[in-house]
């Protein structure tokens, strides 16, 4: 599912007035139906097909909108163009499907959408009088937000970023561009970037993967070609290898024709899965030892890390399953700490573990080494610099529960306060600055500045809703960025299952049905699976329940 789905404006002015465009619908009847780049779009860069159907006061009648091209949307509307129903996946994963009484016999208009901008493809749109069961639809994989279209013949430039989605087998960013192609016509997909080391995916439908490349367009360049079997349009994933969140500028282009790719094996950038794609200068190794105290500065000399923040590396050496702290402490910038190194599989690091805002991570090395400690801060302030301490010291200390209120520095230190953390998924509320009200669905960013939860290091981002005693509500949570995971808080709840979930909105996404035990404000909190996960997200809340979804979680692809 898209973490980009839209709120529609509700209004006259998001249609066009024109009845020039519809095609007339028959119920009880299927179309099949296509949306090609020359369909009009909405103001969110979507494309749609708009039909007309008389319909009878008081009929009702059921709508769906399949297809294994693109991710379906579904809108009907009166015949000024003020929408009376949406629908984005009620008919089950990537299918649209809603139900309607029409309130009064007139001229109704349906519109074949999709969930994403740029999609494009095959699609089947029925309406029939009465009710009837969904479509099945087994699978949702690769589907998503969408970077834009790019046409045989054209180079467009653009920039993998933290705000990406994110492959969590492999933790890398990746952008998906449709591309429209004709049946057996042959093209050749170059992707370029000099900071970083690109890799190449062309698939289709749901997420069925057609061919890949790493360095076949020279050095650290993709380059695929490939002869088209049908009419039905391909996805090309812009990813990249080696380094893990690997961001930078890159050009895309698709050329008619096949042009030859080069062997594999003249690639400049570093192999290694967890450091950046810079080469680093043998003066850069500092060293400290355990039971060692130091103090650095950070500057605008040091290493710039893939999210643009500045990272110093320190190297040190243990006895195999020795246990010792590393403290990360600045007055002058806010730290975030990451440690790499033999035997640690998963992603070591932390923000605010350590008294005040220091950084703090305890924990057992399973070798001797030699380990890296990465001196590095948080994202914002942007491109912060200072001085620092760093210390290890033998054993575990645990993690410090005070909050973190930065200092007011100058230059590059930081310019801003941050407000207490939460520290457990139960905690009292932490008066959020986001709101959301029944209806609406809200757009957001879990980033590395978000509270971290230090039960399980999560982040988390807590939204505020006003509810009734008695009312009931479903939330939705969804992103392509991470393994969404959802909880409430607020008066009347002391935690439980009913308060939480993980997958019940299918497809890695959350969904919460909630009746509210008193009156009064609560907090719907963004939260995560994945350790550290950051990304974009929507979030909705609509009255009444929804059924879990049996879609499975599945974020290979």
Known sequence: MSAARRLLVLALAVFPAGLASQIPLTLGKTITGRLVPSDPMFNDSSHYKMYAFVGGRGDTLTAELTSTDFDANLLLADASGNVLRKDDDGGGNCNARLQYVLPAAANYRLYANSSARAELGEYHLTIVKGTRPAVADSSCRGFGRVAGMIQVGQTVTGRLSDEDPLFLSDSTYFQRWVLPVQLNQTFTVDLISDDFDAYMRLARGHDEKLVDNDDGGGGCNARIVYTATDDHPLRVIVNTVGAKRATGRYTLRVSDGGLPTEPKGNCRFSAATTAPTVQRRPTDEHTITVGQSVTGQLTTGDELFTDTTYIQRWSFTTTPGQEVTVDLASDEFEPFLMIEGPGLTEFVGDEHGGPGCAARISRTFPQAGPYTIEVNTTTHP?????????????????????????????????????????????????????????????????????????????????????????????????????????????????????????????????????????????ELVVNTQGKYATGAFSISVTSGSKPKSLARCSRSG
Not at 393 to 412: E, F, I, L
Not at 474 to 497: C, H, M, N, Q, W
Request: charge should be negative; glycine fraction near 14%.
């Open 382 to 522: 942007v491109r912060q610099t200072g001085h620092f301490v760093l210390s290890i010291t033998q054993g575990h200390k645990p993690d410090v529960n005070d909050a973190c209120t930065p200092s007011q520095a100058v230059g590059g230190g930081l310019q801003v306060s941050q407000g207490p953390l939460v520290h457990a998924r139960d905690a009292q509320p932490s008066g959020a600055g986001h709101s959301i009200d029944v209806g609406q669905s809200m757009q957001g960013q879990l980033t590395r500045n978000d509270v971290l939860l230090k039960s399980d290091s999560t982040y988390a981002q807590a939204w505020t809703i006003h509810g009734r005693q008695g009312q009931t509500v479903t939330v939705d949570l969804e992103s392509d960025g991470f393994d969404a995971y959802l909880f409430v808080r607020g008066p009347g709840i002391s935690g439980g299952r009913d308060y939480q979930d993980d997958d019940s909105g299918g497809n890695c996404n959350a969904r919460l049905t909630v009746t509210f035990p008193e009156t009064g404000d609560y």
